[in-house]
């Protein structure tokens, strides 16, 4: 109670703030719930009609009026047709981080401080008129003395306290609002939050961009397809960011496209090979491919821009997704709802209900070709209307698969992504049932066994010592336990054969291919092997 009365009362200037424009756009309830109704007695009082507004509208235009930290929330929640209905994602599909910009006078001191020194200097020439203006940042053009031409991006000023309250109190809000509200819990609101206050502390720190832009230039090696713009670290720092400018058009403007002589369908085909390559593969992949953050370059290559959020994905992640896109184009719904089931964790399914709808899902689907764009956007509804939701993980990914999709289908409109991912999928497959693969699988398996082993000693030992030490006497009567011991006993004894059968494969199966596992190793695993038999033949002896 202590510390929400303190947070509360540190950040009581913000808390009235966005009680004011919740109460001036009629979102009453949430005020209510929240207990802020008091704070909201000067509410401010919109300059457009509230009344006429539905509350999906109501909400977006609140969001917008109360800075970045909910611009940001509203488009990860309108990413998300798992956890809200299409009303809701279509209106906060709306929501954009484009405004005004701040005079250049009021940013003067912030670049001044990234650079560590006044632009004159730094620059053979500085443009102070801003090119693009969002919420966290704003764009310059410049040169360097070496000729080059840069862009300058500059964080706005006081963004980082505006930023750390708002999400004190989101989090104070999450709490009260899962107190009051149990059914959010399938919202995973704290996850929402964790991936929002991850996602915002990496926009606020610029060499957090210049590192993701190098990451991902990394996975293209020596290609001239694919472009990322060089970081001049020099001059890089924390709240100034300094790029190699890359001279494009977007790649969704048709007029300047054609103009610049591209071919569409070579632009769409290299997007998607990108993507995939990064996605699937790689496991690390540009989280916002929207078309301004896309250039159409010289030579029909593409040109990626803005890298303030990437996303990634396990190995384990990605073998999932590529069962899921096999279910999907061999129309296996059984396949499919087992990975809905994986991913989305639920306790206590309608299992009948979802098999319907795996189903149903599948007959959609089943002819003609596939929109990659619906298929997920009707999964993840889907998913919504079975009371699942979906890792936050995968659903960056499918936002960006989908935004993908939607650029492709404005470049080529007889695009198909699924057969473009052919290669991509293909590839991950042979990496992944490789006989380099799995012997390392089988590998570490070993070491983890032998691990677990050289450990048995001590734990006995300890145990031996805690026996000592005092006198633990349990008793515990279950009605047919001793059919249930003598299952358990069959069970473990199998899989101790199981075990050491693995052991002695993985000790021989590199001795086989000349990789020099010792003797010693052999003996001991057949030893291991012949005494559990031992044991086995005298418990059924017993």
């Not at 009026?65 to 488009?75: A, D, E, H, I, S």
């Not at 993985?506 to 020099?516: C, D, E, M, N, Y």
Request: proline content about 5%; charged content about 20%.
């Amino acid at each position: 109670m202590f510390e929400t009365a303190f947070a509360a009362a540190r950040d009581r200037q913000r808390l009235q703030e966005i009680a004011s424009v919740l109460a001036g756009y009629g979102i009453n309830n949430v005020l209510d719930k929240l207990g802020l109704r008091g704070m909201a007695r000067f509410g401010r009082k919109p300059a457009v009609d509230v009344t006429r507004m539905a509350q999906p509208e109501r909400v977006r235009r609140a969001i917008e009026n109360l800075g970045p930290t909910f611009v940001k929330l509203g488009q990860l929640l309108a990413s998300r047709p798992d956890l809200l209905p299409p009303a809701w994602t279509e209106e906060l599909g709306r929501l954009h981080s484009q405004v005004s910009p701040v005079p250049f006078s009021e940013m003067l001191p912030q670049l001044e401080k990234g650079l560590g020194g006044s632009p004159q200097e730094v620059f053979a020439a500085f443009s102070t008129e801003a090119i693009a203006s969002a919420s966290i940042a704003q764009v310059y053009r410049a040169r360097l003395h070496t000729g080059e031409d840069v862009v300058v991006k500059v964080l706005r000023p006081g963004l980082r306290r505006v930023i750390e309250a708002d999400l004190r109190l989101l989090g104070h809000a999450t709490t009260i609002a899962e107190r009051r509200w149990p059914e959010l819990s399938r919202y995973r609101p704290h996850e929402q939050l964790r991936h929002l206050s991850t996602a915002l502390a990496g926009e606020l720190n610029l060499v957090n961009e210049a590192t993701h832009c190098e990451l991902l230039a990394s996975l293209f090696p020596g290609s001239d397809e694919i472009r990322f713009p060089k970081i001049h670290w020099q001059w890089t720092s924390e709240h100034v960011l300094v790029q190699e400018y890359l001279d494009g058009v977007p790649p969704t403007d048709a007029v300047r496209v054609r103009e610049a002589g591209l071919d569409t369908a070579v632009l769409a085909q290299r997007l998607i090979e990108a993507f995939l390559n990064m996605a699937l593969v790689e496991g690390t992949f540009h989280a916002d491919p929207h078309p301004g953050n896309l250039l159409g370059l010289p030579g029909s290559r593409i040109g990626f821009l803005d890298f303030g959020a990437i996303g990634r994905l396990t190995e384990r992640r990605r073998s999932q997704l590529l069962i899921l896109i096999g279910s999907v184009l061999k129309q296996d719904a059984d396949a499919m709802m087992g990975v809905l089931l994986d991913w989305s964790g639920a306790s206590n399914p309608d299992l009948t209900r979802l098999d319907t709808a795996a189903h149903t899902f599948i007959i959609r689907h089943s002819r003609g070709p596939l929109d990659i764009g619906l298929v997920l956007q009707d999964f993840m509804t889907m998913a919504r209307e079975n009371d699942l939701s979906m890792p936050t993980d995968l659903a960056i990914l499918f936002k960006a698969l989908i935004t993908t999709d939607g650029v492709m289908r404005q470049l080529d409109p007889h695009f198909d992504l699924f057969a473009a991912a052919g290669p991509a999928v293909a590839q991950r497959m042979r990496a992944r049932f490789s006989f380099e693969n799995l012997l390392k699988k089988a590998q570490n398996l070993g070491f983890s066994l032998y691990g677990a082993a050289s450990e048995l000693p001590s734990i006995i030992h300890l145990l031996l010592v805690r026996l000592k030490q005092g006198k633990v006497t349990v008793e515990i009567e279950i009605k047919g336990i001793d059919r249930l011991i003598n299952g358990l006993e069959r069970a473990a004894a199998r899989l101790s054969i199981a075990i050491v059968v693995a052991a002695l494969v993985i000790t021989v199966a590199p001795r086989l291919v000349g990789l020099g596992t010792p003797f010693f190793a052999f003996v001991v695993t057949l030893v291991g092997l012949l005494a559990v038999g031992g044991l086995l033949i005298l418990r059924r002896k017993r």
